[in-house]
């Protein structure tokens, strides 16, 4: 079983405790379709990383099996904290080419393009960053780090970075001198020109200062978050696939072979350019839906939450036609609700189809892939879905939203 299907709860939990204290202490810092959105992108990429599992793990046993140079002993307490350090280092570098390289950024955009920052944006995670990412931790499985080590440290990593997605923790002193802290990290995800490329490391900030891309946060000059180009979008399908369409424009447009790969490899901005400037005028995205839309999609995320959490626990277990069928409807479900936030024409009708036919089939099946459930609990789920349609229909589906006091942000 997974072990972020464990953790699933713990991050529910957090979210709705920073959004109560948030209220008072950071105004403007949660937005609901930003940040169902933001699930929804963690959820894509979960679904994703079932299916590139050899990718991320099944390439590092591989080497690991045929090509280490030595052979740690997991048992040494030393190795681990060797792994660690040494995971760490590969992830900063991973991080740093995210931000220097075009193919890579086209997976790490995903991360960067809320506006908002709290614990939401820390599981708005890409889809596609396994098919890049695992060249970089090869050096590991070389030196003889076991892939069970190799595993758990990965987790941790990723799992320390989740609480510095946060507007509620100040600086704190000397520990941000050594560790990612949320005052670094909410460096990293601003737009300002000083925020640019800067503070990559996972755990460790020592990386950055080591080489040359740490910067303090700034007291007199507010982090305002997101990316140069935005996304201008609720939909986690199109936000984890716009940047590559970008990329494969240029690259037909290049006038030779070697300049149409090339594109691939130089930075975001074009090689020797600046990045666009930051809008003086800047405001965070916002669609035309209205407060019943964003309520009922805040409901469908909820329900949605545990047929995720059981594919996440179980998809390597199930066969690979039912592993896509699952992932099918979990992506229907998610790509429907992003029609519903951006209020989009048939909105209404497909979220329907879709809710009926999830229905439909939750309470025509025995078992929900392997899940056997009696129908008397299929079918109160299969009502609350159903119920809560009216909410789509009501006259503010296409109301015009009112801005929240920090949605006009000046530079």
């Given at each position: 079983?997974s ?13 709705v ?16 379709a ?13 679904i ?6 050899f ?6 046993t ?8 030595a ?6 307490w ?10 760490d ?25 809320s506006?908002?920052?709290?614990l ?14 695992w ?14 080590v190799?595993?758990v ?20 002193g000397?520990?941000?001198r ?15 020109d ?9 755990i ?23 990316i ?30 070697a300049?149409?790969?090339?594109v691939w490899f ?10 666009p400037?930051?809008?003086e ?15 009922y ?27 896509v069928?699952?992932a ?12 519903v ?31 056997a ?20 229909y009501r006259?503010d589906?296409a109301?015009?939203?009112t801005?929240?006091?920090r ?5």
């Open positions: 079983m072990p972020i299907a464990y953790a699933i709860p713990i991050f529910m939990l957090s979210i405790v920073e959004y109560l204290l948030s209220r008072r202490r950071a105004p403007g810092a949660y937005d609901i930003d940040g169902i959105t933001s699930l929804h992108f963690g959820v894509l990429s979960q994703a990383g079932a299916f590139t599992f990718l991320t793990i099944g390439i590092y591989w080497t690991f099996e045929h090509f280490r140079l052979t740690l002993p997991q048992t040494e030393w190795v681990w904290l060797f792994a660690l350090l040494f995971y280092f590969c992830y900063y570098w991973v991080h740093r080419a995210g931000h220097e390289v075009n193919l890579l950024w086209g997976a790490h955009q995903v991360h960067h393009s506006e908002y920052y709290n939401t944006t820390a599981l708005r995670q890409t889809a596609t960053g396994a098919f890049t990412a060249p970089f931790y090869l050096a590991m499985a070389l030196a003889g780090v076991p892939p069970f190799f595993g440290v990965a987790l941790i990593d990723l799992l320390y970075q989740y609480w510095v997605h946060t507007q509620l923790v100040p600086k704190l000397v520990i941000d050594i560790l990612v802290t949320p005052s670094n990290h909410r460096v990293h995800h601003g737009q300002n000083y925020c640019l490329d800067r503070n990559y490391g996972g460790f900030i020592f990386w950055d200062r080591l080489f040359g891309t740490f910067v303090d946060e700034r007291d007199d000059e507010p982090v305002v978050y997101g140069r180009s935005p996304l201008g979008s609720y939909d986690p399908v199109w936000g984890n696939l716009n940047v590559y369409r970008d990329i494969a424009r240029q690259s037909r447009a290049a006038p030779s072979l300049k149409a790969i090339g130089e930075p975001p901005a074009g090689r020797g350019k600046k990045p400037p930051m809008r005028d800047f405001r965070r995205y916002d669609s035309s839906a209205g407060a019943s839309a964003r309520r999609a805040l409901w469908q995320y909820v329900l949605l939450i545990a047929p995720a959490t059981h594919f996440i626990a179980i998809a390597r277990q199930l066969e690979w036609l039912e592993r069928q699952y099918l409807i979990l992506v229907a479900w998610i790509w429907s609700l992003s029609s936030l951006e209020a989009r024409a048939q909105s209404r009708r497909v979220e329907t189809l879709r809710v009926v036919a999830t229905a439909s089939l939750l309470i025509s099946s025995a078992s929900w892939f392997g899940l459930m009696d129908i008397i609990w299929r079918a109160p789920f299969a009502l609350l879905m159903l119920l809560p349609l009216w909410y789509l006259h589906q109301a015009t939203p801005p929240s006091s949605s006009s942000i000046s530079a």
